[in-house]
């Protein structure tokens, strides 16, 4: 007798709580999410949005309802979709301008990298989804968790989303909300730990451009965002050292690229770095 709307957010709360253990065991609790699965296959399944489905197979695979247990029909129904963003001859009913489908953005950039499908990456709907006119700040952030691939080296397609959502950023950066805010550091921590060059550079440069809104909002992150953002800018300032340094730049060079300064001599430029660290990290605690 519940809504569908009632059961998704249900599985959902079944998933995030800290009070149960994952997977579930065999229990009423298991045995809801199993039938609430059910109810979405077939005419409900094809009604709902895509960011809905994509909520639901998390939520079923974190309660330990995999593909062969209730959630192969969620699994199969969100391939079929990428697959007919990917195919320009489909015409897929689900998005009918890049507005609707950047509602979904985040939700379907998971989803591919999660089945690796990243043919959808390079669909025209995809792309016009991020230009500036369609693509949100919020939504911007958001991509950051899940631009790179899960297995193997970033191709254009990854980089185009890095570039795309890290220029809404640094456009949209002097009205940042506190969550967007939240969102971009943790996102920039997964682009540091990725180990890939050039992500940590995007990372960079993202980091650069919300600065000046960190430092205002402050008062109004919690201690995770101001956590990541200690460990996010921390790091950013070693790999921006070590990197400049293997490129054989002189010391002066190193402390005009990192805080605008020309000084001269490796002891003054030494002292200005971390006098910068220093100060970035008093304002921050």
Same mark, same amino acid.
């Given at each position: 007798?519940?809504?569908?709307?009632?059961?998704?957010?249900?599985?959902?709360?079944?998933?995030?709580?800290?009070?149960?253990?994952?997977?579930?065991?065999?229990?009423?609790?298991?045995?809801?999410?199993?039938?609430?699965?059910?109810?979405?296959?077939?005419?409900?399944?094809?009604?709902?949005?895509?960011?809905?489905?994509?909520?639901?197979?998390?939520?079923?695979?974190?309660?330990?309802?995999?593909?062969?247990?209730?959630?192969?029909?969620?699994?199969?129904?969100?391939?079929?979709?990428?697959?007919?963003?990917?195919? +320009?001859?489909?015409?897929?009913?689900?998005?009918?301008? +890049?507005?609707?489908?950047?509602?979904?953005?985040?939700?379907?950039?998971?989803?591919?990298?999660?089945?690796?499908?990243?043919?959808?990456?390079?669909?025209?709907?995809?792309?016009?989804?991020?230009?500036?006119?369609?693509?949100?700040?919020?939504?911007?952030?958001?991509?950051?968790?899940?631009?790179?691939?899960?297995?193997?080296? +970033?191709?254009?397609?990854?980089?185009?989303?890095?570039?795309?959502?890290?220029?809404?950023?640094?456009?949209?950066?002097?009205?940042?909300?506190?969550?967007?805010?939240?969102?971009?550091?943790?996102?920039?921590?997964?682009?540091?730990?990725?180990?890939?060059?050039?992500?940590?550079?995007?990372?960079?440069?993202?980091?650069?451009?919300?600065?000046?809104?960190?430092?205002?909002?402050?008062?109004?992150?919690?201690?995770?965002?101001?956590?990541?953002?200690?460990?996010?800018?921390?790091?950013?300032?070693?790999?921006?050292?070590?990197?400049?340094?293997?490129?054989?730049?002189?010391?002066?060079?190193?402390?005009?690229?990192?805080?605008?300064?020309?000084?001269?001599?490796?002891?003054?430029?030494?002292?200005?770095?971390?006098?910068?660290?220093?100060?970035l990290k008093a304002k921050l605690v």
């Amino acid at each position: 007798r519940l809504s569908l709307d009632s059961i998704l957010a249900s599985l959902a709360a079944l998933a995030d709580s800290p009070l149960l253990v994952k997977p579930l065991p065999g229990s009423p609790l298991r045995d809801f999410a199993t039938d609430g699965a059910k109810r979405f296959v077939g005419a409900a399944r094809e009604k709902r949005r895509f960011s809905e489905l994509w909520e639901l197979r998390r939520a079923l695979h974190t309660c330990g309802i995999d593909d062969d247990s209730g959630a192969g029909g969620i699994t199969k129904e969100l391939r079929s979709r990428l697959r007919l963003l990917s195919n +320009p001859e489909a015409n897929p009913l689900a998005w009918q301008s +890049p507005t609707e489908l950047e509602a979904d953005l985040v939700a379907v950039i998971a989803c591919a990298r999660e089945f690796g499908e990243t043919s959808a990456l390079r669909s025209a709907q995809l792309r016009q989804a991020l230009l500036p006119d369609a693509l949100s700040a919020e939504t911007a952030a958001g991509l950051l968790r899940h631009a790179l691939p899960a297995e193997g080296a +970033p191709n254009s397609a990854h980089e185009l989303l890095l570039e795309m959502a890290g220029r809404q950023l640094a456009s949209s950066s002097a009205k940042l909300r506190a969550e967007t805010l939240a969102g971009a550091l943790h996102g920039a921590l997964l682009l540091q730990a990725s180990g890939d060059v050039a992500a940590a550079q995007h990372a960079g440069r993202i980091l650069h451009a919300i600065w000046p809104r960190v430092a205002s909002e402050v008062p109004r992150l919690g201690p995770k965002e101001i956590a990541a953002a200690l460990r996010a800018y921390s790091w950013q300032l070693h790999f921006d050292h070590e990197h400049l340094s293997t490129a054989d730049l002189t010391p002066s060079a190193i402390a005009a690229a990192a805080g605008g300064r020309a000084v001269r001599g490796a002891a003054t430029a030494g002292r200005a770095e971390r006098e910068g660290v220093a100060e970035l990290k008093a304002k921050l605690v």
